[in-house]
Each structure stands twice: as structure tokens, then as C-alpha cells.
């Protein structure tokens, strides 16, 4: 284990739990759908006012977001030819085991926070109350691609090709968690909140998949080899 990055990974997620309570707490007042409350209501709503609602944005968002299942479903599929070919789940790689649990961990949250409601999207969808805190789409994109570009620089040589693909990694990312927030089907601590979440998964990621380094090793050029 990489004890810095783990430690990273633990100081985020305390941050995350101290910036959920003041969400709950901090400036609470009822300017969601149907008068539901909302932390930081003043912040909140002057960023939601200031963006408005952009439904073509949104669902750019929303059929981006879909990529997080293709990611998913690529290196998940990497892990099972791995245990058909070796016959052990002890021999399969340590950072795609870790990532499995990542991956879990990822969509426990996602559950948890669907169920342990904190608050409300600016707007209905099909004119029902949907969870808001913390924005999904964030959670599951930024940690997808943060840990995608990690097997990237561990598992690719240097190449345009590698290169190309972290770009999309976070132009993918930055456009869906943009795109959240200027769609108007979130509140800024929604996003604030996802990217903690994320990011400190992230870490505790690298923290037990490359054990060497807080980052993976880089693999090597063909002039290096």
C-alpha cells in the first residue's frame, strides 16, 4: 500500500463528510422544487440563476455520462480474461482487482446517497423529486476516467495514442461535470460534493493498486525497452 496517497484518500473523504453536514446545515432554505431545502441556499441560488436551465447541454451530459458503463464494462472484461486465462483470481493483476473494488465502493455511494436524501435537483424530471447531493454523473465520471487514465499510464507506452486517450478521459470529464451544472439539473454543492467524493476514491485507488508510487509507474517507451 501507498500510505501517502491512502492518507490523501482518507483527509478527501473527511472533507467530504464535513462539507455534506454543513450542506445540511449551513444556510438551509426552501428553494428547491416544491420548497424543499437546500444548504448553502444563497450560493446556490444565485450560480443556479446565473446558468439557467440548458437542455441541450444536459443531455449532452447525460449521453456522455454513458460512457462510464463502456469504461466499466472494458476493464471489467480485461479482469475476466485474466481469471479464465490464469485460473486464479489470486493471479490477476493487483490494480484491476483494486479497481473491481473501486468500482463497488463507486456504486455503494451512488446507492447510499440515493436512498440518505440530503437534497433535491433544481428542477423535476417527468415532475418527480429526483436525489440531487452528491451529482452522480460527477462521482461516476471523474472517478472512471481518473482511474482510466491511471491504467493508461501504467498498461500504454508513450504514444500519440496514449495521449489522445487521456485527453478524452478528461475532456469527457470536465464536459459531463460542466455540463450538470450549466444543464440546471444541479446545485453547485452537488458538484463540489461529487468531485470530493470522486477524487478521494481516486486516491485510495492509487493508494492500493500501484503500492510503489502515489501514481502509476509509466510504462516504458520502445527506446526504452
Not at 446565473?50 to 460512457?67: D, Q, R
Not at 454543492?189 to 486516491?203: K, P
Amino acid at each position: 500500500m501507498n500510505k501517502r496517497s491512502i492518507s490523501t484518500g482518507v483527509i478527501l473523504l473527511l472533507l467530504f463528510a464535513v462539507f455534506t453536514f454543513s450542506v445540511v446545515n449551513v444556510d438551509v432554505k426552501p428553494i428547491g422544487c416544491d420548497g424543499t431545502d437546500v444548504g448553502f441556499a444563497t450560493v446556490n441560488e444565485a450560480v443556479n440563476k446565473a446558468f439557467g436551465a440548458h437542455e441541450t447541454v444536459y443531455k449532452l451530459s447525460k449521453y456522455l455520462g454513458l460512457m462510464t458503463w463502456g469504461v466499466v464494462a472494458f476493464f471489467g472484461l480485461l479482469g475476466l480474461s485474466q481469471l479464465v486465462k490464469r485460473k486464479s483470481l489470486l493471479k490477476v493483476d493487483r490494480d484491476i482487482i483494486a479497481l473491481g473494488c473501486g468500482y463497488a465502493a463507486m456504486l455503494a455511494c451512488y446507492v447510499l446517497f440515493e436512498k440518505l436524501i440530503i437534497n433535491y435537483r433544481p428542477a423535476t424530471a417527468g415532475g418527480e423529486l429526483e436525489a440531487s447531493y452528491p451529482s452522480s454523473h460527477t462521482l461516476m465520471l471523474v472517478f472512471v476516467m481518473a482511474t482510466a487514465i491511471m491504467q493508461l499510464l501504467h498498461r500504454m507506452k508513450r504514444s500519440t495514442l496514449r495521449t489522445a486517450l487521456i485527453a478524452a478521459c478528461i475532456a469527457v470529464a470536465t464536459v459531463v461535470t460542466l455540463g450538470r451544472l450549466i444543464g440546471g439539473v444541479h446545485w453547485l454543492t452537488d458538484i463540489v460534493g461529487g468531485l470530493l467524493l470522486a477524487t478521494a476514491l481516486a486516491a485510495l485507488y492509487a493508494g492500493f493498486a500501484f503500492p510503489a508510487a502515489a501514481t502509476p509507474q509509466e510504462a516504458p517507451t520502445e527506446d526504452d525497452a
